[in-house]
């Protein structure tokens, strides 16, 4: 069976540092890939999607990037934090079907 | 015209009673509505889904009732009982598009 795993759970991190939030999937091969983000109480909004290794699509400009390095693997990163990256940040993937399922999240909390 | 529209933002139900959460769309491209089931500090879970060329879907307590003529679809909860207390999202796709566009959630809460 596939599963999707996310970490860190949980990150607080000042202003202005870096950021590495890391997504795997197991169980399947050439998924496509999502980053979403939750504001408290809010909508998802998607950040980015990847349908292969390297080959990624921008949603919303902002200072977030993200890469695939693996197939597997989707990554998510900013050089710079700013308080407004705080949220609850979902990675999910398709494979084949229509059916879009969800990591665990990693909140992060910008100080 | 890529916007799926949800309500209400938040329902009480009581224990027993049907909560109902509806959901609007513009786009008659879109052929695959899920929904899906949040908790507090988890990740959305699928609940059920149809595509538009069946007008309703029933699993267990969950039924999506599906109007095309309209552009609307909705959840019923039937029996609805204090642990469905989570946050409901709807969603709408396009075959080959990759992406899902969402409601803006409603937040369920049902009384003991």
């Known amino acids: 069976s596939q599963t999707i795993h996310q970490w860190p759970a949980t990150l607080v991190q000042p202003v202005g540092s870096p950021l590495s939030l890391e997504c795997t999937v197991e169980?399947?091969?050439?998924?496509?890939l999502y980053w979403y983000r939750q504001a408290a109480g809010r909508g998802l909004q998607l950040l980015f999607y990847?349908?292969?290794?390297?080959?990624i699509s921008s949603e919303v400009p902002q200072n977030l990037s993200a890469s695939r390095p693996q197939d597997r693997q989707f990554i998510l990163s900013s050089k710079k934090l700013l308080l407004s990256d705080s949220g609850f940040y979902l990675c999910?993937?398709?494979?084949?079907?229509?059916?879009?399922?969800f990591g665990p999240g990693t909140r992060l909390t910008v100080t | 015209q890529q916007q799926v529209k949800q309500s209400p933002q938040s329902l009480i139900v009581q224990k027993g009673g049907i909560s109902i959460i509806n959901c609007a769309y513009e786009n008659t491209a879109f052929d695959y509505f899920p929904w899906y089931q949040q908790f507090p500090g988890k990740g959305p879970a699928l609940l059920i889904a149809?595509?538009?060329?069946?007008s309703e879907k029933k699993e267990g307590r969950f039924t999506i009732s599906f109007n095309k003529s309209a552009k609307q679809f909705s959840l019923h909860i039937m029996d609805s009982q204090p642990g469905d207390s989570a946050t409901y999202f709807c969603a709408a796709s396009i075959s080959g598009t990759y992406k899902y566009i969402f409601g803006t959630g409603t937040r369920l809460k049902v009384l003991a």
């Open positions: 149809i595509r538009p060329d069946v």
């Open positions: 990847s349908v292969g290794i390297g080959q």
């Open positions: 999910a993937w398709i494979q084949g079907s229509y059916e879009q399922y």
């Open positions: 169980g399947t091969s050439n998924p496509n």
